[in-house]
Nanobody, 124 residues
Framework: VQFVESGGGEVQPGGSLRLSCAAS????????IGWFRQAPGKEREGVSY????????YYADFVKGRFTISSDNANNMVYLQMNNLTPEAPAVYSC??????????????????WGRGAQVTVSS
């Protein structure tokens, strides 16, 4: 199983980034793919998920209206479009996969596969 994130970087407040996650080694269409983030010294928090079986999505309140998750099942890719980024501590954004539909972001133990993450920094 492989999960590789890309697209991280540094951006000014109000800017945009698009994170990508390339997956291989499992039946992608049967999984929920989640994006999580963790800043140094802070708990990991769920950002968004997409349930590949039914296409449903979920967003944490702090990103609603600004972030969009999408999935390309044919190419085993998941994207997180992040717009209107706000200044905050740098964080590592990771994608993860869990078998089944609509796996809550609060249930990290249900996500079997994790990527190494991509650094995102929002600062002026």
């Amino acid at each position: 199983v492989q999960f590789v994130e890309s697209g991280g970087g540094e951006v000014q407040p109000g800017g945009s980034l698009r994170l990508s996650c390339a997956a291989s080694g499992f039946t992608f269409a049967d999984y929920t793919i989640g994006w999580f983030r963790q800043a140094p010294g802070k708990e990991r928090e769920g950002v968004s998920y997409i349930s590949n079986r039914d296409g449903s999505t979920y967003y944490a309140d702090f990103v609603k209206g600004r972030f969009t998750i999408s999935s390309d099942n044919a190419n085993n890719m998941v994207y997180l479009q992040m717009n209107n980024l706000t200044p905050e501590a740098p964080a590592v954004y990771s994608c993860a996969a869990g078998p089944g539909r609509q796996i809550s972001l609060l249930k990290c133990d249900k996500y079997d596969y994790w990527g190494r993450g991509a650094q995102v920094t929002v600062s002026s």
